[in-house]
């Protein structure tokens, strides 16, 4: 197994979920994933759903054998650890777009001529990356978190038995 090595020309991003934190490097290469210095299969066993979770973003876009991802995931547990290290996949992308393929922004012309025409040409543009990430909430932090468990409690918010008398 050889070492995959951050490039300089990498798109960087961070990606949370519950207690896990991810820094995401995401380069030009053959669809290998490498966390924390392993590959996924090795990192997250031979349960495949987390390493799926991963992928989700660049199978969305039909990327998955254009890029390499090197992430560095800390805290939570193994299905936090995946899900920010999708986020971060999908900020990476988002950035890939935005800086290489670019984004077509709608103009609105004040002739009737030339507005019918944009609007033909937008009916038949396929979304954006954004639009597609987007919509399956990819790009989107999951704030829920475990409470914690508080005083005169026996757990978050199992209260003790009331007794009247």
Same mark, same amino acid.
């Given at each position: 197994?050889?070492?995959?090595?951050?490039? /300089?020309?990498?798109y !960087?991003?961070?990606?949370?979920? #519950?207690?896990?934190?991810s820094?995401?490097?995401?380069?030009?290469g #053959?669809?290998?994933?490498? &966390?924390?210095?392993?590959?996924?299969? @090795?990192?997250?066993? =031979? @349960?495949?759903?987390?390493?799926?979770q991963?992928? +989700? =973003?660049?199978?969305l876009? /039909?990327?998955?054998?254009?890029? @390499?991802?090197?992430?560095?995931?800390?805290?939570g547990g193994?299905?936090?650890?995946?899900?920010? &290290?999708?986020?971060?996949?999908s900020?990476c992308? %988002?950035? !890939?777009?935005?800086?290489? &393929?670019?984004?077509?922004?709608?103009?609105? %012309?004040?002739? %009737?001529?030339? +507005?019918?025409?944009?609007? %033909?040409e937008?009916?038949?543009? =396929?979304?954006?990356?954004? /639009?597609?990430?987007? +919509?399956?909430? !990819?790009?989107?932090?999951?704030?829920?978190?475990?409470?914690? /468990?508080?005083?005169?409690?026996?757990?978050a918010?199992?209260? =003790?038995? !009331?007794? #009247?008398?």
């Amino acid at each position: 197994m050889e070492k995959i090595k951050v490039a /300089k020309d990498a798109y !960087y991003a961070k990606g949370g979920r #519950k207690a896990s934190v991810s820094r995401v490097y995401l380069q030009k290469g #053959k669809g290998r994933i490498v &966390i924390n210095g392993k590959e996924a299969k @090795d990192y997250f066993g =031979p @349960d495949n759903k987390w390493i799926e979770q991963i992928y +989700a =973003p660049l199978r969305l876009l /039909k990327q998955e054998e254009q890029f @390499d991802v090197i992430c560095f995931a800390k805290g939570g547990g193994v299905t936090g650890q995946s899900e920010a &290290i999708r986020m971060g996949v999908s900020r990476c992308l %988002d950035a !890939y777009e935005l800086k290489v &393929i670019g984004r077509k922004v709608e103009t609105v %012309d004040s002739s %009737d001529a030339e +507005a019918s025409e944009d609007e %033909d040409e937008s009916a038949e543009m =396929p979304p954006t990356w954004r /639009k597609q990430l987007r +919509a399956k909430g !990819y790009l989107t932090r999951d704030s829920r978190a475990v409470l914690r /468990k508080r005083v005169g409690f026996r757990k978050a918010r199992k209260r =003790p038995q !009331y007794s #009247k008398r």
